[in-house]
């Protein structure tokens, strides 16, 4: 058995005993129906909780109510209103650019264009967005088109590095190719969101909870450390 198919038979075992612990999730087409709502939702959203995102978000729609007035503010407002969210002094500008770019693009504020394109040239025309990262071009392609695409956040990587389904030297950008080249595409959205949801609660960053983890016995990590404690 080569490495890849070793590797490809240890993601179908994650992905089916993260399934019994957390359910499999379903992608739903109106899950996130506005494109554009997750671009800016996904831009607030770096280097903070989704608390702040959330509350970042829901006061930047409350005090603009249409994108071209998000567009068009002057942007004091929209750092203001997307503070809670921090880094508002990047983020704000950020958002402006993408809404003005998409509008220079298309003559309007829809990213409904890029369902048509084959999928490397919808990513690559996000990720020439100012502020757009190889996550945040993912999540919109998978959240809000269920286009194939596996955003690696923290967790993912966290857990897909210890789990020994990446290099452990492997950058959260190089992740984003390496594991859509391993991951069935049928499988993107359920154990992207199981194992953000394992990077969470199990395998947290400072002291995972290996005895409460179903993954002990396929864990590089696990098997190195406990090997040394032996």
């Not at 109510?65 to 407002?77: F, G, H, I, L, Y």
């Not at 309007?108 to 945040?136: C, H, M, Y």
Request: charged share 25%; proline share 7%.
């Amino acid at each position: 058995m080569t490495e890849t198919d070793h590797l490809y038979k240890k993601t179908l075992v994650v992905h089916e005993r993260l399934g019994k612990v957390y359910g499999t999730p379903e992608w739903h087409p109106d899950l996130d129906p506005d494109p554009v709502g997750a671009l800016v939702n996904t831009i607030l959203s770096q280097n903070t909780n989704d608390r702040n995102r959330d509350v970042a978000y829901n006061r930047l729609r409350q005090r603009f109510p249409t994108w071209e007035a998000v567009r068009d503010a002057p942007v004091e407002q929209i750092i203001d209103a997307v503070r809670p969210a921090g880094l508002a002094p990047t983020k704000g500008p950020r958002v402006q650019g993408a809404l003005r770019a998409i509008t220079e693009h298309q003559g309007e504020i829809s990213l409904e264009f890029l369902r048509d394109q084959p999928l490397a040239e919808a990513r690559r025309w996000l990720l020439a967005l100012n502020g757009v990262g190889p996550k945040t071009a993912a999540i919109v392609l998978l959240f809000s088109m269920g286009r194939p695409a596996f955003p690696v956040d923290t967790h993912v990587h966290r857990v897909a590095k210890r789990l020994g389904l990446i290099p452990d030297s492997t950058s959260r950008e190089k992740a984003h190719k390496l594991l859509e080249e391993l991951i069935p595409e049928s499988l993107y959205y359920p154990l992207h969101l199981n194992m953000i949801h394992h990077g969470r609660t199990v395998c947290v960053a400072r002291t995972p909870r290996c005895e409460a983890c179903v993954l002990r016995d396929v864990c590089i990590t696990y098997e190195t450390q406990s090997g040394a404690s032996s």
